[in-house]
């Protein structure tokens, strides 16, 4: 199905393990975003890529790595969880950034205990 | 950093009213900007953009724009409840990830 799609919809993890959010889009979009969405912070970007191999930080990248090896996957990797991370995470992409509309993937509920 | 301000709400406006909702933002080089609505446990959706001065209509929905004041407001008339969700703005200065407003929760009463 033509979208973008995100993995695991809900997952809860302990505090120090690493957990990879998986984002996966099909229509070869050149950008994708990380947003994170809290009560009372409304969306807030973590990291952005432009292309594959070419990604840049948000307003808030602490604790957070991605990778861009193909145009269509931009995981997000929590190296060590903390409650902090407890959040819906969500997946954007877009033909170019600016003046086009940003699809949103389903988005991921994680859990950090 | 850009800032987006909008009241968090909620706004409650019974079924029929118009609902009024506000955006102002920080960066002046804003060109364009877009409404996303999203409902209780669901992704943002595009619902309007706009990019210049005045008003722009889509069915029962207009957005209006006045740069000048670095304003932007969604109008929804004949509200239905299931407009009931919050609405995000999000000017965007064309070469930078969108930044959105922390959004305002609109609730319909029927």
């Known amino acids: 199905d033509a979208g973008i799609t995100q993995s695991p919809r809900y997952k809860i993890t302990e505090t120090g393990r690493q957990v990879t959010l998986m984002c996966h889009q099909t229509w070869s979009h050149s950008y994708m975003f990380w947003y994170r969405q809290d009560l009372g912070h409304g969306l807030r970007l973590i990291y952005y890529?432009?292309?594959?191999?070419?990604?840049d930080k948000g307003e808030v990248p602490d604790g957070y790595v991605v990778s861009r090896s193909k145009t269509e996957n931009f995981p997000l990797t929590l190296e060590s969880a903390t409650r902090s991370q407890t959040s819906v995470y969500f997946c954007?992409?877009?033909?170019?950034?600016?003046?086009?509309?940003?699809?949103f993937g389903q988005g991921t509920r994680l859990t950090v205990v | 950093q850009k800032e987006v301000e909008q009241n968090s709400g909620p706004l409650s406006v019974p079924e029929g009213a118009i609902a009024s909702l506000n955006c102002t933002y920080s960066?002046?080089?804003?060109?364009?900007f877009f409404w996303y609505r999203q409902y209780s446990g669901k992704s943002p959706e595009l619902i309007m953009s706009i990019y210049s001065n005045g008003d722009k209509e889509d069915g029962r929905f207009t957005a209006q724009l006045n740069k000048a004041s670095q304003y932007v407001s969604l109008l929804i008339r004949d509200s239905q409840p299931s407009d009931s969700a919050t609405y995000l703005c999000a000017p965007d200065s064309g070469n930078t990830p969108l930044v959105f407003g922390k959004g305002t929760r609109l609730s319909v009463i029927a």
């Open positions: 890529s432009a292309a594959a191999d070419i990604t």
């Open positions: 960066d002046r080089v804003s060109q364009s």
């Open positions: 954007a992409s877009s033909e170019i950034t600016g003046g086009t509309e940003a699809f």
